[in-house]
């Protein structure tokens, strides 16, 4: 059967794998949908009046959308985490789940390049920056870069998994002279997207709070902690719904990951309250504003204090062996971790860098209604896309989606 | 793949070449391909006010001569039409030997403002929401003996009269950096530095990606947030593309040094209304202008010297006695 005619049929199979399901699947699109109809509407709003919509200002000129922007690299990058120890140390237990991980790196890739775009004040020109047709500021321009190597993460994820996946279909085993090299090059790539994201705002001199070398390694600590943590709870939910079979051994690994990963990060963050506190210079300011509040403005820093509540219970649960071969507590002890890097990497990194704002303004940003709809619809797609990629490879990888000779 | 080196000029007018026909080939096919998905989104582009031509528009940098007169041509005609008035749109280039700098006498200053309205009033902002270039900051007159901290300014003040008592005043705009970040950060190469000295933005270009207002550290880049509200009878009809032409929404902009000005051998709007003389305005290579005497002869000092941005905007104190 030529390529052609195998490519309709898995075309067909995989439609029928996403549009047939249970009442709880139906529950969860209908869900998802009604999230994504109101991003939808809120986006379309937000097209016809501009950004000021937001609550943006000169002040903060980025915000809720960037921030999930930072914390979403983080979540596509530790997707490979899984990576080295699969096909690295060759354990067996981990390598059936590395293609959830692998899908979940691309839907966050999506996620990462939907928040650009709504970010944007003239999204349909951003062929502007594209090569040839545009005037790209290559290589000056870190946002260039970033461009580059998210495009590129994001096909090389791609490419692993339709050619496991496809192959799979077909009923063979994948090439590993293919599959293996590829599967090397993203952990680089991985540590490489999110180094580049790291170096836009480090290299703004203009904002002291982001003009550390720190900043690239929390990132990396922080996607470690906020990655697998969020695998961790996406494998307990296919277990439970997609009848999909991950060893317990597999869940427990991860939760030693995580010890590690959260270890480095609460380092990284005493190492930062060390420097900021101990010689104080007029840019403590910044750390001021995320710590104890500004002149009243002290809405940033109850979160702080959260995330810091959250990433310390999240370190203890994974570190006392009780708690973490506990599957529930350990599954508490990810919710944890997961929603302490989203405040520390997410607004927790934003607002502090513009508040005070260059000429020492204390702008009070949150995000507008109209923000959060939009984050919360693109937040949708992403699920949205993931369930479907992971009931087709489900299906596939469990034999029940296959090729059949006619 | 990169088409301009950091602050890199842009080249006069009359020096701008062909570029080859290969790319324009390829923006040819992107551009049928482009017209087809435009038809089939009305309600998107209804949105935003779609026109074509000014849609494939190319980088300004990247005109020929008669794409960028063809460009003058339809702005002239969209604005003399939308607004009412003859409107004539320049894009005079850069003299040569010339390098712009700005001094601000910080003992004179008084906070009237009026430079700042004078601004609005020559360079088409938006009056609702309401952009101003300039922003001053009003400083307790004892801090100064120590330091000047910036957060401790206040830009928001309102009297009945001034110089309150007890204050001094520095007005803060873009201060064209000599190696300015902004430039460098910009993904689509919309803003830069011209020979001349002054940091420019094609505002047709600029994607509204706002990296280049987290890189700045004056604060001097303003963003079209809303559509902008620019009433006809304020329209300033003598505009230069890359200076006081109205911006669209979802574009950055900021002080030009009144680049249609002074490239005609005029002073910046900001220079003639102050009333107490503390602007000082010039071509720094020249040795008979009021800047090089400024540099030659008084103590000056430029906003956050650490950073290396070396700006052109020079501040002193040029009497004895107010602060």
Request: hydrophobic content about 45%.
């Amino acid at each position: 059967m030529d390529n052609l005619k195998v490519f309709a049929h898995f075309t067909k199979g995989s439609f029928l794998a996403v549009v047939r399901g249970s009442k709880g699947y139906y529950v969860w699109l209908l869900a998802l949908g009604v999230l994504i109809a109101l991003g939808a509407a809120a986006y379309q709003h937000q097209l016809s009046h501009g950004l000021i919509t937001s609550n943006m200002r000169d002040q903060v000129s980025w915000g809720f959308y960037i921030g999930n922007f930072a914390f979403l690299v983080g979540v596509a990058a530790a997707a490979v985490v899984l990576v080295v120890p699969a096909y690295v140390y060759n354990w067996g237990p981990i390598r059936d789940v590395v293609l959830i991980g692998e899908l979940l790196s691309v839907a966050a890739i999506i996620m990462c390049m939907l928040f650009v775009t709504v970010d944007l004040g003239r999204p349909e020109f951003v062929w502007h920056l594209m090569p040839i047709v545009g005037t790209p500021n290559f290589p000056h321009s870190l946002l260039t870069w970033d461009i580059l190597v998210l495009n590129l993460y994001f096909l090389l994820n791609w490419f692993v998994v339709t050619y496991i996946l496809f192959t799979a279909f077909k009923g063979r085993k994948y090439n590993p002279r293919i599959v293996l090299p590829i599967i090397f090059l993203s952990i680089p790539f991985a540590i490489g997207i999110h180094t580049v994201t790291a170096f836009l705002f480090m290299g703004l001199k203009s904002r002291a709070f982001w003009h550390t070398a720190l900043l690239a390694p929390r990132f990396i600590a922080g996607a470690f902690c906020s990655g697998p943590a969020l695998i961790f709870l996406i494998f307990r939910v296919l277990r439970r719904f997609g009848r999909m079979q991950i060893s317990d051994a597999a869940l427990f690994k991860i939760g030693e990951l995580l010890a590690y990963a959260m270890a480095l990060n609460l380092f990284f963050v005493a190492t930062e309250v060390f420097t900021e506190f101990y010689g104080q210079t007029s840019h403590t300011v910044h750390a001021r504003f995320q710590w104890f509040g500004l002149h009243g403005d002290s809405s940033i820093a109850i979160y702080t204090w959260a995330a810091l509540a959250c990433n310390v219970l999240a370190l203890i649960i994974f570190m006392v062996p009780k708690f973490r071969l506990s599957l529930q507590i350990l599954t508490l002890g990810c919710v944890f971790s997961f929603c302490g890097i989203f405040i520390e990497k997410g607004m927790g990194l934003l607002l502090p860098g513009f508040t005070p704002d260059a000429l020492g303004e204390v702008y009070g940003y949150a995000p507008s209604m109209n923000e959060v709809l939009i984050g919360i619809g693109i937040w949708a797609i992403g699920a949205l896309l993931f369930t479907w990629m992971a009931r087709v490879a489900i299906a596939i990888t469990a034999g029940d989606l296959r090729l059949t000779r006619a | 793949m990169g088409f301009f080196s950091r602050n890199k000029q842009s080249r006069a007018p009359k020096e701008r070449a062909q570029k080859g026909s290969s790319r324009r080939e390829f923006l040819k096919t992107a551009a049928t391909v482009g017209a087809g998905a435009a038809v089939g989104a009305p309600a998107v582009a209804s949105a935003m006010e779609f026109d074509f031509e000014t849609f494939m528009q190319k980088n300004f940098r990247e005109l020929s001569d008669e794409e960028l007169q063809a460009v003058l041509d339809r702005l002239e005609r969209k604005y003399s039409k939308k607004y009412g008035k003859d409107v004539e749109v320049s894009a005079i280039g850069p003299m040569d030997g010339v390098l712009y700098g700005y001094g601000l006498d910080i003992s004179r200053c008084i906070g009237c403002r009026r430079c700042v309205y004078a601004c609005v009033e020559e360079n088409n902002q938006s009056r609702d929401p309401e952009i101003q270039w300039i922003r001053v900051l009003e400083f307790e007159r004892s801090a100064a003996l120590r330091e000047i901290k910036l957060e401790d300014g206040n830009p928001y003040y309102e009297h009945e009269e001034v110089p309150a008592e007890g204050k001094f005043y520095i007005p803060i705009s873009c201060q064209h950096c000599e190696d300015s970040p902004c430039s460098t950060v910009c993904p689509t190469g919309a803003t830069w530095r011209e020979p001349d000295g002054i940091v420019v933005i094609d505002y047709d270009w600029c994607i509204g990606c706002r990296y280049c207002m987290a890189s700045c550290p004056y604060g001097a880049r303003h963003f079209n947030w809303g559509e902008p509200n620019l009433p006809a009878e304020d329209v300033n009809a003598d505009m230069h593309i890359l200076g006081n032409k109205p911006r669209t929404r979802g574009v950055v902009e900021k002080c030009t040094f009144c680049i249609q000005r002074v490239r005609n051998g005029r002073l910046p709007a900001c220079h003639e209304a102050c009333p107490v003389g503390a602007r000082k305005f010039g071509n720094m290579l020249d040795p008979n202008s009021e800047i090089r005497y400024l540099l030659d002869n008084k103590r000056t000092f430029v906003l956050k010297a650490e950073l290396e941005t070396h700006p052109k905007f020079f501040y002193f104190w040029g009497t004895e006695g107010r602060s």
